[in-house]
């Protein structure tokens, strides 16, 4: 089967991608750190702009917007193949490593409305899976930015949001 994206130029674009098997692979820092230093260079090479993230031990989401002639599975393919080589460095290991399942899920926003709604779902992700309870206790997420800049009232989160009422993306996890 040949499998084919859909692009729009300068769209924005949300993107799931899991761990192989489901592993708790960024439940370790060192591993978070060396996924954000991964990211870092393949922006440089694939220039985007970060919206918004969230890394959860076995998978994340991305809001990202592709920049000039970067595309966001060439993007996409630079972190996951960066972060596998400079995995396997770090750990030791030799051989081929399969550490992303393949693929990601990407969906490319459509409105405002969209784009807020994936914000929120990307900032709600550590409280609806049970890691945390209030999005500003996670540690891996841009929700501390966002929060900054006036984005968010005190305690949202501490509950499902309004605006994640009839939202889901499970089907991408």
């Not at 030799?94 to 784009?115: A, C, P, S, T, V």
């Amino acid at each position: 089967m040949n499998f084919r994206r859909y692009y729009v130029p300068n769209a924005i674009v949300f993107i799931t991608t899991v761990v192989f098997m489901r592993e708790p692979a960024f439940a370790n820092p060192d591993h978070v750190a060396l996924l954000l230093e991964t990211m870092r260079t393949a922006k440089r090479l694939h220039p985007f702009a970060m919206i918004a993230y969230v890394i959860l031990p076995d998978h994340l989401h991305l809001l990202i917007r592709p920049i000039g002639a970067s595309t966001f599975s060439q993007i996409m393919h630079s972190m996951k193949s960066y972060f596998s080589h400079a995995y396997k460095a770090r750990m030791g290991m030799e051989g081929r490593l399969k550490f992303w399942q393949k693929r990601f899920f990407d969906h490319i926003i459509r409105n405002e409305f969209d784009l807020e709604a994936h914000i929120h779902y990307i900032h709600y992700n550590p409280v609806k899976h049970g890691y945390v309870m209030r999005p500003e206790d996670w540690p891996y997420s841009s929700f501390g930015e966002w929060k900054a800049r006036g984005a968010y009232p005190d305690r949202w989160g501490w509950s499902l949001p309004d605006s994640l009422q009839g939202f889901d993306v499970d089907d991408v996890e």
